[in-house]
């Protein structure tokens, strides 16, 4: 267990639809809200402009990391300091805290079972931090409680 | 969630990334739960019991000041540190702030798949 969001949806279309939905860049833009400049190639950076309204000032860029045809699907994502209109500063966003986004694809009876999970909050070695959060006693305990909860709808 | 403490949550984004580095260790983690009380702690008082030096102790203490999560107050010709919930408070709003841009997203993805 650690700081990770994790959302599971099942789809009703086969897997090979999800994966065009995941993995061609313009539909993948239409979903996400992001105007990409061109396909997405393993090892290669992904740059593009978001269309999600209050954020278009800001550039969508990504490296992919991992592209198994059906299966698996992923980048790594920067997260600049601020997406506040004024403050953004866009440009080199590599000296950004990065995440890891993987969506995993499995079929089902019913269609597909799309499993997305974002990674790499903490930067730190290990799930140590969260069983001291856990034995945690006083006053904090309930806010670590919180982020327990969180954690644990998503694990 | 309105749109505009939306934003201003994803406005601070980056930021978090040091609170949860500086957590990220079992020394300072100790010293987060001896401090979570809420009653301050001196640096004597948190060296008990540790097999680390005083200037070890103090130097942890600094990363966690660094990020907000432990202030120092004086007492007398002391030095007493007290926790601090905000930062890991924040952190964690900004954590629900981008699992729910997620769960947006994702409806979106199955209405684009399924309609």
């Known amino acids: ?155 | 969630m309105l749109q505009k403490q939306r934003r201003s949550l994803a406005a601070t984004g980056g930021a978090h990334a040091p609170v949860f580095a500086a957590l990220g260790d079992e020394t300072r983690l100790a010293l987060v739960r001896k401090l979570s009380g809420g009653r301050p702690h001196s640096i004597s008082q948190l060296t008990e019991g540790t097999k680390l030096t005083r200037q070890a102790i103090t130097k942890h203490l600094r990363v966690l000041e660094r990020v907000g999560i432990v202030h120092s107050v004086h007492a007398g010709r002391e030095s007493l540190f007290e926790f601090d919930p905000t930062p890991i408070e924040k952190m964690r709003e900004y954590l629900n702030f981008v699992s729910e841009q997620w769960d947006q997203a994702l409806i979106r993805l199955k209405s684009f798949i399924e309609d």
Do not use: C
């Open chain 1, 1 to 155: 267990m650690n700081d990770r969001i994790e959302k599971r949806v099942e789809l009703k279309a086969p897997i090979s639809r999800v994966w065009r939905a995941l993995t061609d860049y313009r539909e993948f833009g239409e979903w996400f809200r992001v105007k990409l400049d061109g396909p997405f190639v393993k090892g290669q950076v992904s740059r593009g402009q978001i269309t999600y309204p209050g954020y278009e000032h800001l550039k969508w860029e990504a490296v992919v990391q991992k592209m198994e045809p059906e299966r698996l699907f992923s980048f790594t994502w920067p997260h600049p300091k601020s997406l506040d209109k004024a403050e953004y500063a866009p440009g080199d966003h590599s000296k950004d805290p990065t995440t890891v986004v993987e969506f995993r694809l499995e079929k089902t009876a019913t269609g597909t079972l799309l499993v997305l999970t974002e990674s790499g909050f903490e930067n730190i070695p290990g799930d140590s931090r969260l069983e001291a959060f856990r034995r945690n006693e006083g006053g904090w305990a309930e806010q670590i409680k919180n982020i327990e909860r969180y954690v644990a709808k998503a694990a």
